[in-house]
């Protein structure tokens, strides 16, 4: 269990060369206003690090222990819903999590419950990257 904890970073530094187009996008993607990072983690305790001085001060970054999600989304898509009757358009997620199986099962979490702008960053050293 410990070691699910630790990022999985086995992307190799030729995958960002020549700016591919996924690359652009998902740039784009975290551009937008109003985007939240969802970090998955294992355990519902409160851990030390990943304080949000270690993020980019325009990410809003809000950490979702992962035996939660599920409820975490369903709070979150009824006040997407309730905030589209008043004209306000649902935040843009982006998901990092230990792994990017990790963070691809939580977007299909996410999806689930309805939310549509989803991106999946893999882990939170690729998307630093």
């Known amino acids: ?3 699910e904890e630790e990022e999985e970073d086995d992307v ?4 960002f060369e020549e700016r591919p187009v996924w690359l652009e996008a998902m740039q784009r993607f975290l551009e937008q206003p109003d985007v939240l ?3 998955i983690v294992s355990e519902v ?5 990943g304080s949000s ?13 992962r035996p939660v999600l599920r409820e975490w ?6 006040d997407a819903a309730a905030g589209r ?9 982006a998901v990092v999590a ?3 199986a990790g963070a691809m099962q939580a977007v299909e979490v996410l999806r689930s419950t309805g939310f549509t702008a989803l991106a999946t960053c893999g882990t939170r050293s690729f998307l630093l990257r």
């Open 1 to 3: 269990a410990e070691e």
């Open 12 to 15: 190799p530094d030729w995958v």
């Open 37 to 39: 990072v969802l970090n």
């Open 45 to 49: 305790t409160p851990r030390r690090g």
């Open 53 to 65: 001085s270690a993020w980019p001060p325009h990410l809003e970054v809000q950490v979702v222990p």
């Open 73 to 78: 989304a369903i709070g979150a898509a009824a």
């Open 85 to 93: 009757t008043l004209g306000k358009r649902p935040r843009p997620i």
């Open 98 to 100: 230990h792994s990017p």
